[in-house]
């Protein structure tokens, strides 16, 4: 039976799985082990998988876990500026909805209303992409230090669960 995967560094649950990244990666993965990275300390490791059914197991892309949010947010950069709905909030950045017109590698400054008694959170952000599901910003690693954000994101994730429904072993190695 499989037992929940936790960070061999800081002992949280906060994992995701990652697509292989290093030569030493894919071939582990060949083997039944597969790459992992901690949200809460962005340390990465190499784990063996137990039941592996390649249909089943999800790697996501992401290397923070994002959970769904209403957020009213207004932003700044150069001459443009904009309002507009947080969607999902991670540490390592947002998706919002915009009518505001932005570009690719656009640099902005955001504040988000993360509590109707606090200041917004400020922090600052590239645009990485434009889609229909919203404008994708990624935090600059300023903002991945924010203890704010962090503590919105601890405190919201609880009931998400950080790990895709894989059946994982021990953790020994990295």
């Not at 784990?47 to 592996?52: D, V």
């Not at 999800?58 to 769904?68: K, M, N």
């Amino acid at each position: 039976m499989a037992r929940r995967l936790t960070c061999p560094q800081c002992q949280t649950d906060h994992v995701l799985r990652s697509y292989p990244q290093s030569p030493r990666e894919h071939v582990a993965s060949w083997l039944g082990i597969a790459p992992f990275h901690c949200q809460e300390c962005s340390f990465r490791f190499l784990t063996f998988r137990m039941n592996f059914d390649g249909g089943k197991q999800r790697v996501d892309r992401r290397e923070h876990l994002r959970i769904p949010v209403r957020l009213f947010l207004s932003f700044s950069g150069g001459k443009v500026r904009g309002e507009g709905t947080v969607m999902d909030l991670s540490v390592g950045g947002c998706i919002i909805k915009s009518e505001t017109q932005v570009r690719i590698d656009d640099i902005f400054y955001l504040q988000v209303a993360i509590s109707d008694q606090g200041p917004p959170l400020e922090v600052a952000a590239m645009v990485r992409s434009v889609t229909s599901r919203g404008i994708a910003f990624k935090f600059l690693r300023k903002a991945q230090d924010d203890k704010r954000l962090q503590s919105f994101i601890q405190s919201h994730s609880r009931g998400h669960s950080p790990v895709p429904a894989e059946e994982v072993a021990h953790s020994p190695s990295r």
